[in-house]
T-cell receptor, first 114, second 113 residues
Framework: GAGVSQSPSNKVTEKGKDVELRCDPI?????LYWYRQRLGQGLEFLIY????????KSGLPSDRFSAERTGESVSTLTIQRTQQEDSAVYLC????????????FGPGTRLTVT | DAKTTQPPSMDCAEGRAANLPCNHS???????VYWYRQIHSQGPQYIIH???NNETNEMASLIITEDRKSSTLILPHATLRDTAVYYC??????????????FGQGTRLTINP
């Protein structure tokens, strides 16, 4: 079946512009996570959605970052007024539920801020 | 967040067993140890997880010491396709029962022909 998909695969933007990244989770997966991976580093947790509950935003690095999810489907991560330090690969993962042990990752969106 | 320590890189010959160590000395009693791997330019892939007993699946075996302060991931017959960065992770609880993955820098495993 289809896995987690993300778009765009690559995004180059100028400093100060806003960007929107999209994640399509696996159908039926109620839990969705966003992570960020800087070059040569491990993943940093950003935000978590579970069903219709309020999201856990504890990993968002600043108020320039926000994310939405409609029900149990698509999620968008928005970065406003992008800075060069926002350059990274943004990864989305989904899992069957809050207690599921396995997270399925998408291929990521590579964001470059010039 | 519990921290894990792994060697930055390792090499292994094709067909041999690859043994990847991980230290997690600050792990608490109810925290699981997870292993994921990331092949170049792809998202991470789940391998295996455990609490205190040794675990085995079709991909690998996980050996956890009795004091749970360290573990070893074993790939029994490494192939070239196993070349990847391997992350040892202790999951941290989020509100509502979910758990976030706290990644370190991992071990870059290179399988040599």
């Amino acid at each position: 079946g289809a896995g987690v998909s993300q778009s765009p695969s690559n995004k180059v933007t100028e400093k100060g512009k806003d960007v929107e990244l999209r994640c399509d989770p696996i159908s039926g997966h109620t839990a969705l996570y966003w992570y960020r991976q800087r070059l040569g580093q491990g993943l940093e947790f950003l935000i978590y959605f579970q069903g219709n509950s309020a999201p856990d935003k504890s990993g968002l690095p600043s108020d320039r970052f926000s994310a939405e999810r409609t029900g149990e489907s698509v999620s968008t991560l928005t970065i406003q007024r992008t800075q060069q330090e926002d350059s990274a690969v943004y990864l989305c993962a989904s899992s069957l539920g809050a207690y599921s042990y396995e997270q399925y990752f998408g291929p990521g969106t590579r964001l470059t801020v010039t | 967040d519990a921290k894990t320590t792994q060697p930055p890189s390792m090499d292994c010959a094709e067909g041999r067993a690859a043994n990847l160590p991980c230290n997690h000395s600050t792990i608490s009693g109810n925290e699981y140890v997870y292993w994921y791997r990331q092949i170049h330019s792809q998202g991470p892939q789940y391998i295996i997880h455990g609490l205190k007993n040794n675990e085995t699946n079709e991909m690998a075996s996980l050996i956890i010491t009795e004091d749970r302060k360290s573990s070893t991931l074993i790939l029994p017959h490494a192939t070239l396709r196993d070349t990847a960065v391997y992350y040892c992770i202790v999951r941290v609880a989020l509100r509502g029962g979910a758990q976030k993955l706290v990644f370190g820098q991992g071990t870059r495993l290179t399988i040599n022909p």
